[in-house]
């Protein structure tokens, strides 16, 4: 398919594109490109790019209305164009940049003829510069001036930029200066005052003293807190262990197991097996917010597993470490179906 050239563009529109071209690509310019690798340059459609882009065997194109990617062969030739001429050219070497694009941009002309109408403008700019300079004038500041006016207030901004170097070289020499001879005197500088050098090296010394002495506290409450945390942490364990234990009298002593009373011992237990290490499981701690507590038991339940079952009788206190196991039904003496807690025996305290 035939690439169109896009339309013609002025200096500014090449102007306010540079400022949108990211510094990894190369800038405004003009692209050459062929709709078959063996056609003449001569032939070459023109494509104003913003962006140009070239990666393995395509180049990616960005123009002002769409963005499209050729062939690398079919990239004829390229030429970027300039933002702006330089604020200063004074000297016949700060004029070769202007004269060098004013050559790249014929060459290209003459190269692909349909540039012409787009680079011309930008040619007759750079030959303008040309000639305000070979008539004797010179560039400052963006503005062309008598040359001899020119070289003036370049040389006058160098001379106070100089002047401004060497106040702040003649500065910093006059404070080395005035440090030395502090210095000489026996001095030293410390929190912006000039002491005698003895008592700064003793506030010097005092303040390392405090501080280390700040660090070691520091260190030793760190120490202690981890200490208090740990013994808490235990003390924990320890009560919550003993919220465990199952307190009460014995109703009635069966081979299945026994049947106790706790309404006048109330006693917490754990809600189940993974709570309290059973069975080869890991103890944790109650939850401090009161999240997994164990639930509150009274009144009758049910204990299996007590290594004394066969000798312990009616009425006797027992004391042991139990586990929730389920429940337990049995049938009064009157013939009532019962239901209490089953809990199956950890440790015994007897």
């Known amino acids: 398919m035939k690439t169109k050239a896009e339309p013609h563009l002025s200096l500014l529109f090449f102007i306010s594109l540079l400022s949108l071209v990211p510094s990894s690509v190369f800038g405004v310019g003009l692209a050459a490109i062929k709709d078959q690798t063996f056609h003449d340059d001569a032939g070459a459609n023109i494509v104003v790019y913003s962006e140009l882009r070239a990666s393995g065997p395509s180049v990616k194109i960005k123009t002002a209305s769409r963005t499209f990617t050729i062939a690398r062969q079919k990239l004829a030739g390229k030429i970027e164009v300039i933002s702006a001429l330089p604020q200063t050219i004074t000297t ?78 003649r500065k910093y020499e006059e404070k080395v200066e005035f440090e030395n001879s502090q210095k000489t005197k026996g001095l030293a500088k410390y929190g912006g005052k000039w002491l005698p050098a003895d008592e700064v090296k003793q506030i010097v010394e005092r ?16 120490s202690e807190k981890r200490a208090s945390d740990s013994a808490k942490r235990d003390s924990d364990i320890l009560a919550a262990k003993s919220a465990r234990r199952i307190k009460g009298f014995v109703i009635s002593a069966t081979r299945e197991g026994i049947l106790v009373d706790c309404n006048d011992y109330s006693s917490t237990v754990a809600s189940s097996s993974a709570s309290v290490g ?23 339940f049910f204990i299996t597993g007590h290594p004394n079952q066969e000798s312990i009788v009616d009425k006797e206190r027992i004391d042991v470490d139990a586990i929730e196991d389920g429940v337990f039904e049995y049938t009064s003496t009157i013939g009532a179906a019962r239901r209490v807690k089953k809990y199956r025996v950890h440790k015994t305290y007897e």
């Open 92 to 169: 016949e070497v700060e004029l070769e940049p202007v004269r060098k694009t004013a050559k790249e941009y014929r060459d290209f002309s003459a190269r692909f003829p349909k540039s012409v109408p787009i680079l011309t403008p930008h040619i007759t700019v750079l030959d303008s510069c040309i000639k305000e300079f070979e008539d004797g004038k010179a560039r400052y500041n963006g503005k062309w001036m008598p040359k001899d006016e020119a070289l003036a207030a370049k040389q006058k901004k160098e001379q106070s930029r100089n002047e401004e170097k060497s106040a702040i070289r």
């Open 207 to 222: 303040d390392q003293a405090a501080l280390t002495s700040a660090a070691a506290e520091a260190t030793k409450l760190a």
């Open 278 to 300: 059973g069975g080869g499981n890991v103890y944790t701690p109650p939850d401090p917010k009161g999240k997994g507590r164990p639930a509150r038991v009274e009144g009758l």
